[in-house]
């Protein structure tokens, strides 16, 4: 991973730490665990929810040239992606498409119909974080 290198980590050590809460009637102190970043498809989980989280999940994605991961919304969940290498395009349903290159960050409010886009010459690697809106 090019963007771990930048921040001083090798790509043999690159992984997330995250941190895990169980639902239970007590609070508990989370566990923390490492996930490495070497998924072997184009879409992983990272966190799938319960028991892991409260209610957030997490991929890493990973996308060749010229390819999309589909149209879609993530309903009442807002979505935050973490651009760790290449360069694409946000496509946000009846706005004008956003570009970005990595490092970024890009937000989707939710109940947005979006799609995502590798614009680039190299593949796309990001993680996802989608958690509820909770008003």
Request: aromatic share 6%; hydrophobic share 40%.
């Amino acid at each position: 991973m090019r963007f771990a290198k930048q921040i001083g980590m090798s790509t043999m050590t690159a992984g997330l730490v995250l941190t895990s809460m169980a639902a239970v009637a007590e609070p508990q102190e989370p566990t923390p665990f490492t996930v490495p970043l070497d998924c072997a498809s184009g879409d992983c989980a990272l966190l799938r929810g319960v028991p892991q989280t409260a209610g957030m999940r997490s991929g890493f994605v990973r996308l060749k040239p010229g390819k999309t991961v589909g149209w879609h919304t993530t309903g009442k969940h807002e979505e935050s992606l973490i651009i760790l290498h290449g360069q694409g395009e946000a496509l946000i349903d009846g706005q004008q498409k956003r570009a970005f290159a990595a490092p970024a960050f890009v937000y989707i409010p939710s109940s947005t119909r979006h799609n995502v886009l590798n614009a680039g010459k190299d593949e796309l690697e990001y993680v996802y974080v989608v958690a509820p809106v909770t008003k």
